[in-house]
């Protein structure tokens, strides 16, 4: 079983940079695909950014794309989100996931992932 534990999230005005973390039990980035998702209130989730299957390319929605880093760090199993630039769009609970390695599974689709964290807040005022 694995467990996510979000954290960093919270209020900060437009413009300006939080960093959203993500720690895993365990070591699971050697078969886990890891990603970021968000859901904003009355929407539906949406893909944020992840890692290809080895770890050594990034992935990212058009709408972060510039703004927003994936980044993680092996030795402490914790994946992190930069996110610099935020605006009141950025608004919306931000979800970490881990995706096993399967074969044919989308890195945005978040029916390819198998494991969720509990979530964390971040509110951009404008």
């Known amino acids: 079983q694995v467990q996510l534990v979000e954290s960093g999230g919270g209020l900060v005005q437009a413009g300006g940079s939080l960093r959203l973390s993500c720690a895993a039990s365990g070591r699971i980035f050697s078969d886990y695909r890891m990603g970021w998702f968000r859901q904003a209130p009355g929407k539906e989730r949406e893909f944020v950014a992840a890692?290809?299957?080895?770890?050594?390319?990034?992935y990212y929605a058009d709408s972060v794309k510039g703004r927003f880093t994936i980044s993680r760090d092996n030795a402490k199993n914790t994946v992190y989100l930069q996110m610099n630039s935020l605006n009141a769009e950025d608004t919306a609970v931000y979800y970490c996931?881990?995706?096993?390695?399967?074969?044919?599974?989308?890195?945005?689709?978040?029916?390819?992932?198998?494991?969720w964290g509990q979530g964390t807040q971040v509110t951009v005022s404008s």
């Open positions: 996931a881990a995706s096993r390695r399967t074969f044919g599974r989308a890195y945005y689709a978040d029916n390819s992932y198998d494991y």
């Open positions: 890692f290809s299957w080895s770890g050594s390319s990034t």
